[in-house]
């Protein structure tokens, strides 16, 4: 059974840093694109950031480029994203997905989704 269990949401002032997990398992993921999105109150999941796990390429949406940076660890078959420079618009529910190797922007593209964690970003 596959799963994607993200962790190390919490709250944080703005400029802060935080750094979510998200813990696969259930199958072999080196051949996909883990991805990172967000869902703020009243809006839309939207794409964050993605790595292809096994040749490290990422992709960032413009919105977090040059603030958030996604890694992996294989030993312990988790990925990571690190966020610096919050803002208080970064606040939302944070899922981890995954897909077979490449990397897409839209939702309904990727196959298995985490439950999510909360990231709060105050004033």
């Known amino acids: 059974q596959v799963q994607l269990v993200e962790s190390g949401g919490g709250l944080v002032q703005a400029g802060g840093s935080l750094r979510l997990s998200c813990a696969a398992s259930?199958?072999?993921?080196?051949?996909?694109?883990m991805a990172w999105f967000r869902q703020a109150p009243g809006k839309e999941r939207e794409f964050v950031a993605a790595?292809?796990?096994?040749?490290?390429?990422?992709y960032y949406a413009d919105s977090v480029k040059g603030r958030f940076t996604c890694s992996r660890d294989n030993a312990k078959n988790t990925v990571y994203l690190q966020m610096n420079s919050l803002k208080p618009e970064d606040t939302a529910v944070y899922y981890c997905?995954?897909?077979?190797?490449?990397?897409?922007?839209?939702?309904?593209?990727?196959?298995?989704w985490g439950r999510g964690t909360q990231v709060t970003v105050s004033s």
């Open positions: 997905a995954a897909r077979p190797r490449s990397i897409v922007v839209l939702t309904r593209n990727y196959d298995y």
């Open positions: 259930g199958r072999t993921f080196s051949t996909y694109a």
């Open positions: 790595m292809i796990w096994n040749s490290g390429s990422t």
